[in-house]
């Protein structure tokens, strides 16, 4: 068969959308959300911020294998891989509003004064890495160009799923420290919830954002981790499927199984056997999550990273606030001063 070109680059962590987007991509997705039978949720125990950013980073280069995983991996359902930006969105939307649901209004006046100073650091030292080649310049730069609250949050969720995504090879190479990153991952969520708090006033109750939370959050890891086993079946020969589309447990302990990225405590996996790669059973579920303490301790967020800590609990859907406003591009981590905010349902 006809080998799909090789890998150019390492993909890197993206910011999230804006409020807005997120929110018409959950508003898509509502229904399947809603439909989402019980015994196929799964326990949120990784960072949602950080998740997004790193599928949102890997999509293009997932994408660009679309006509490739169609052609040769007929059973695989390319649909998931046409949702994924979509679930991802909707995921990233579900989680402000859960945050929202907590009367996170409180907290906006020091949230913001802690932003700004760790979004310049961090971004300093991200540039100077990339300088040197270890971090992705492009990524960096489009973080630079955030303006305003809103860029602000998100440049810190990018951040820190940046210097997460690449810690190994620049922990002895920076003054950023490993709690700065996290924090990073923490605050930018937080900011954007408590931003939309203060436009829109609270959206849905905790139990119920809870729940929507878990099911959007169920969704994109399910797609992911499909499209992930067709992928390993499609570049097994070239062996650069997990630098494609990396385990989102990526730097988490333990390890997990070779097919599914939901197993229990995975860790750096093995590439995901070849032999089934179409219609995969859905992970096994492990039940849904408490809402956690708004500041629990995050593990390092991976590009879009971490509000709620690297295990985070408790479940989904969106209020009916949450930032929004445009922004003029750029990417996570913190900025200036325009507008913000945008309804959460």
Same mark, same amino acid.
């Given at each position: 068969?006809?080998?799909?070109?090789?890998?150019?680059?390492?993909?890197?962590?993206?910011?999230?959308?804006?409020?807005?987007?997120?929110?018409?991509?959950?508003?898509?997705?509502?229904?399947?959300?809603?439909?989402?039978?019980?015994?196929?949720?799964?326990?949120?125990?990784?960072?949602?911020?950080?998740?997004?950013?790193?599928?949102?980073?890997?999509?293009?280069?997932?994408?660009?294998?679309?006509?490739?995983?169609?052609?040769?991996?007929?059973?695989?359902?390319?649909?998931?891989?046409?949702?994924?930006?979509?679930?991802?969105?909707?995921?990233?939307?579900?989680?402000?509003?859960?945050?929202?649901?907590?009367?996170?209004?409180?907290?906006?006046?020091?949230?913001?004064?802690?932003?700004?100073?760790?979004?310049?650091?961090?971004?300093?030292?991200?540039?100077?890495?990339?300088?040197?080649?270890?971090?992705?310049?492009?990524?960096?730069?489009?973080?630079?160009?955030?303006?305003?609250?809103?860029?602000?949050?998100?440049?810190?969720?990018?951040?820190?799923?940046?210097?997460?995504?690449?810690?190994?090879?620049?922990?002895?190479?920076?003054?950023?420290?490993?709690?700065?990153?996290?924090?990073?991952?923490?605050?930018?969520?937080?900011?954007?919830?408590?931003?939309?708090?203060?436009?829109?006033?609270?959206?849905?109750?905790?139990?119920?954002?809870?729940?929507?939370?878990?099911?959007?959050?169920?969704?994109?890891?399910?797609?992911?981790?499909?499209?992930?086993?067709?992928?390993?079946?499609?570049?097994?020969?070239?062996?650069?499927?997990?630098?494609?589309?990396?385990?989102?447990?990526?730097?988490?302990?333990?390890? !997990?199984? @070779?097919?599914?990225?939901?197993? *229990? %405590? +995975?860790?750096?996996? =093995? #590439? $995901?056997?070849?032999?089934? &790669?179409? /219609?995969?059973?859905?992970?096994?579920?492990?039940?849904?999550?408490?809402?956690?303490?708004?500041?629990? !301790?995050? @593990?390092?967020?991976?590009?879009? *990273? %971490? +509000?709620?800590?690297? =295990? #985070? $609990?408790?479940?989904?859907? &969106?209020? /009916?606030?949450?930032?929004?406003?445009?922004?003029?591009?750029?990417?996570?981590?913190?900025?200036?001063?325009?507008?913000?905010?945008?309804?959460?349902?």
């Amino acid at each position: 068969m006809t080998k799909p070109s090789p890998l150019k680059k390492k993909p890197a962590p993206k910011k999230p959308a804006a409020p807005p987007q997120a929110a018409a991509a959950f508003d898509k997705i509502l229904p399947e959300i809603e439909a989402l039978s019980p015994d196929r949720l799964i326990a949120i125990n990784l960072d949602i911020p950080r998740v997004v950013s790193q599928v949102l980073g890997v999509l293009p280069g997932l994408l660009a294998l679309r006509s490739a995983i169609a052609e040769h991996v007929p059973t695989h359902d390319v649909a998931l891989l046409d949702r994924l930006e979509a679930y991802a969105l909707a995921a990233w939307y579900a989680h402000l509003a859960w945050l929202s649901s907590g009367g996170a209004e409180n907290a906006l006046k020091p949230l913001l004064a802690e932003a700004a100073p760790l979004r310049e650091n961090l971004l300093s030292d991200a540039e100077a890495l990339a300088r040197r080649g270890l971090l992705d310049a492009d990524t960096v730069a489009e973080i630079r160009a955030g303006l305003g609250h809103i860029d602000m949050a998100n440049d810190l969720v990018a951040l820190s799923a940046l210097f997460t995504a690449s810690w190994a090879e620049v922990a002895n190479k920076t003054a950023a420290t490993e709690e700065e990153v996290r924090r990073a991952g923490e605050i930018g969520p937080q900011l954007l919830a408590a931003l939309g708090v203060r436009e829109h006033g609270k959206g849905p109750g905790p139990t119920e954002a809870a729940d929507r939370r878990a099911r959007a959050f169920s969704l994109l890891v399910h797609a992911y981790d499909q499209t992930r086993r067709a992928v390993a079946y499609l570049r097994w020969d070239e062996e650069d499927a997990d630098t494609i589309a990396p385990s989102l447990y990526k730097g988490r302990t333990g390890r !997990a199984t @070779a097919h599914s990225d939901t197993a *229990a %405590a +995975p860790g750096d996996e =093995a #590439p $995901a056997e070849p032999a089934a &790669p179409g /219609a995969a059973t859905p992970a096994a579920p492990n039940g849904t999550a408490t809402p956690a303490a708004l500041n629990g !301790a995050a @593990a390092p967020a991976v590009p879009g *990273a %971490a +509000p709620n800590g690297a =295990a #985070p $609990a408790g479940e989904t859907s &969106p209020p /009916a606030s949450a930032a929004s406003a445009s922004r003029s591009q750029g990417s996570a981590a913190q900025a200036n001063a325009p507008a913000e905010t945008s309804r959460m349902r």
